[in-house]
């Protein structure tokens, strides 16, 4: 599947497809031990390089300011963490260098990861919490004699598929071809209000 297609792209990216694969390849013998150990030093590099953005304190300074103006954002008040800084999607790791002058010599996937995931985090965070909510909504029943044609907002190819396969539960509903997130949301919405009902 091309990322692009998928609800969850925001965390099924490809450049950290090694961190979300590697374990399961492992697991089932598929990864060496030599390939292995990188990985683990890779996520120990992820790590330390995170703490150490997240403490680093950045002074306010001339020439700081004249580069954040530069790129269009505000320039500082007064000193900041740098992982303030790489928040802004104005600002990256090569335009902080010259503010950051006991910068480890790490690999730049290492570099580019950490930014990723600091510029990311909410939407990340967001959609980890989507995902958690589906997987919590994945056995939940739908009714046998579910009448498809009378929930409003159903596209008409999804209550043409899930009129004909009828589905078990809501998890086997959101993998049907044609059946979109939003069409699961709307019958996930139905069905909440029929439960709202029955109980009054």
């Known amino acids: 599947m091309m990322t692009s297609r998928s609800e969850y792209r925001l965390v099924l990216r ?33 790590t330390q390089e995170r ?11 001339p020439a700081l300011d004249a580069m954040l103006v530069s790129r269009e954002t505000s320039p500082l008040e007064k000193g900041v963490k740098m992982i303030e800084l790489l928040r802004r999607p104005q600002v990256d790791y090569a335009a902080l260098a010259p503010f950051d002058p006991d910068r480890p010599p790490l690999p730049p996937e290492i570099f580019e990861q ?45 209550i043409e598929k899930l009129g004909k396969i009828r589905p078990e539960t809501v998890g086997q509903a959101s993998r049907i071809s044609g059946v979109s997130p939003a069409d699961i949301s709307v019958l996930l919405i139905y069905l909440s209000n029929q439960g709202a009902s029955h109980d009054r």
């Open 114 to 158: 950490v930014e990723i995931d600091i510029k990311y985090e909410g939407y990340i965070k967001r959609q980890e919490q989507q995902i958690k909510e589906l997987r919590r909504l994945e056995v939940r029943r739908l009714p046998a004699d579910l009448d498809y044609q009378a929930i409003t907002g159903l596209r008409l190819e999804a």
């Open 51 to 61: 703490a150490r953005v997240e403490a680093l304190s950045i002074p306010k300074t």
């Open 14 to 46: 490809q450049d950290n497809a090694d961190r979300r694969l590697t374990p399961f390849g492992y697991a089932v013998g598929l990864i060496s031990e030599d390939r292995w150990q990188r990985f683990q030093t890779k996520l120990a590099q992820i």
